[in-house]
């Protein structure tokens, strides 16, 4: 119990920190695709960046895995800490990063019981909208027969396939680009999936408040209409009794 409330602790200290690293990865992430020309020394340091949050996000995983007391349990539950923290190492692509980040980031936010579904899925609709441009637009821009060239043209596109509406205007011809035009596409039928299902939950709720209202006051109807009953019964018994 001790070892479980250390995890908890840890990650309640650490929520903070992960997801201003997050953040900071956002800004590396972006700038060297937003400014192609940008100097050499800015665009290694953007990567350092990059691999720093990385490994920021690995020793969290490490830290929390060597405080619970039940390893094998938690490697089963949190597989997918797992499969991002070791996504780059597979091969050394910015995107790998990226994807992985990504997912981190989002397990940790679930953990996080502060943070209100709204709130949740909002910042994933706004996170896989900028990050879903940026890596379209650095897959894209130097296709040959790509037809999406600017960072205005990748956010238009990230917005259309995440609404499953695709203009056509604008699609990726490469095989990275079809992979996350799928990718947010299927993110887009997940989120709108979690919105309705919150909204029929919400009515739900309130109609079953509802009906317990009127259980309620139909039993002190009830009960009410019992008491004046007996009432009147005695009432009878009173007078009968008074006129003998």
């Known amino acids: 119990m001790q070892q479980q409330s250390a995890q908890l602790r840890w990650e309640q200290h ?3 920190p992960l997801f201003a690293l997050a953040l900071a990865f956002a800004v590396a ?16 340091a953007c ?3 990059e691999w720093v949050v990385w490994a920021a996000f690995v020793l969290d995983y ?23 923290v070791l996504l780059p190492l597979l091969q050394p692509l910015r995107l790998l990063r990226l994807v992985s980040t990504l997912l981190l980031v989002g397990q940790r936010a679930r ?7 709204t709130t949740y899925v909002a910042g994933a ?7 879903g441009s940026l890596a379209v637009l650095s897959v894209e821009r130097d296709a040959p027969d ?11 596109w990230s917005f259309t396939t995440m609404t499953t509406v695709g203009y056509g205007d604008h699609a990726p011809t490469t095989g990275l680009g079809r992979m996350l035009a799928v990718g947010l596409m299927l993110s887009g039928i997940a989120l709108l999936g979690v919105v309705t299902a919150n909204i029929a939950a919400w009515f739900i709720a ?18 009410l209409t019992e008491e004046v009953r007996a009432l009147r019964a005695e009432v009878a018994a009173l007078k009968r009794t008074s006129v003998e």
Not at 125 to 131: A, C, D, K, S
Not at 146 to 156: E, F, H, K, S
């Open 14 to 16: 650490t929520q903070r």
């Open 29 to 44: 992430y972006a700038v060297p695709i937003v400014r192609p020309d940008a100097d050499r020394t800015v665009v290694r």
């Open 47 to 49: 990567a350092a960046v």
């Open 62 to 84: 490490v830290v929390r895995l060597a405080l619970t007391p039940h390893r094998r349990s938690f490697v089963r539950t949190h597989w997918l800490d797992l499969a991002a």
């Open 111 to 117: 953990m996080a019981s502060q943070i209100r579904l």
């Open 125 to 131: 609709v706004v996170g896989l909208l900028m990050f």
């Open 146 to 156: 790509g037809n999406i060239r600017t960072l205005g043209d990748a956010v238009w």
């Open 206 to 223: 309130r109609f079953e408040k509802d009906d317990v209202e009127e259980r309620r006051q139909t039993e002190a109807i009830r009960e």
